[in-house]
């Protein structure tokens, strides 16, 4: 079964601190990885998105990392501000004969605290 | 430039009441999701349309139906709401060949009692 895994569930983290959050997945075959912000009653919203050939991409202060050997991703989040606060998300695609798939992980709750 | 729009934004119910949630988008997208998000658990797919006319189940539709009214339009349909189908809905949008750049809804939360 494919899975993704995130940790921790959740943090808190002081603003202007820096945090990673972790993904672990199983997915196969992987066709892409993909972070996402959801802010509390909203929908996701992307902050980046990888292909297999890819090791990091950067989007302001989030850089997500991807070690396709190990199956693991990482988003860290530089000089954290009030508004980091929310789950973030990470999203694994493998393709099937009907079209690509979404695989989601739990995601991690972040809370950023003055 | 509205994107993915759900309707409505909450919704109580009694058990065995039926509704239907609706998703439009104005992106000319062909493909359409709807997903259900619990605490603690990843978003999981219910339905899909891949296109105008298809309908497939994803990895959670019993309990559930899906019409694909035209391109625009993907509604969710609940025929005898269980408590069990409480939870926050999504529905996403993409172009066929491009699932990972789907575009997200802001969510139904539906409460079953």
């Known amino acids: 079964k494919n899975q993704v895994e995130q940790s921790p569930q959740s943090l808190i983290i002081l603003e202007g601190k820096n945090c990673t959050l972790q993904c672990n997945y199983t997915v196969s075959p992987f066709s892409n990885l993909r972070w996402y912000k959801q802010d509390t009653g909203r929908g996701p919203v992307s902050l980046t998105i990888m292909t297999f050939s890819e090791n990091t991409k950067s989007n302001g202060r989030y850089t997500a990392t991807l070690d396709a050997d190990t199956k693991q991703s990482s988003l860290h989040i530089t000089a954290s501000q009030l508004s980091d606060s929310a789950s973030y998300i990470c999203v694994v695609s493998f393709s099937k004969a009907a079209g690509n798939k979404l695989t989601f992980g739990g995601g991690t709750r972040v809370l950023v605290k003055p | 430039n509205a994107g993915v729009t759900q309707t409505p934004k909450f919704q109580v119910l009694k058990t065995g009441q039926s509704m239907t949630l609706q998703c439009a988008q104005d992106m000319n997208h062909n493909s359409m999701y709807w997903y259900r998000q619990d605490p603690g658990m990843g978003l999981r797919l219910i339905y899909y349309s891949a296109s105008e006319g298809t309908t497939d189940k994803g990895e959670v539709p019993n309990g559930y139906n899906v019409s694909r009214l035209n391109k625009r339009e993907f509604s969710l349909r609940l025929e005898s709401a269980a408590p069990s189908q409480t939870s926050v809905y999504f529905c996403?949008?993409?172009?066929?060949?491009?699932?990972?750049?789907?575009?997200f809804g802001q969510g139904t939360r539906l409460t079953v009692v």
């Open positions: 996403a949008s993409a172009l066929r060949t491009q699932v990972e750049k789907a575009f």
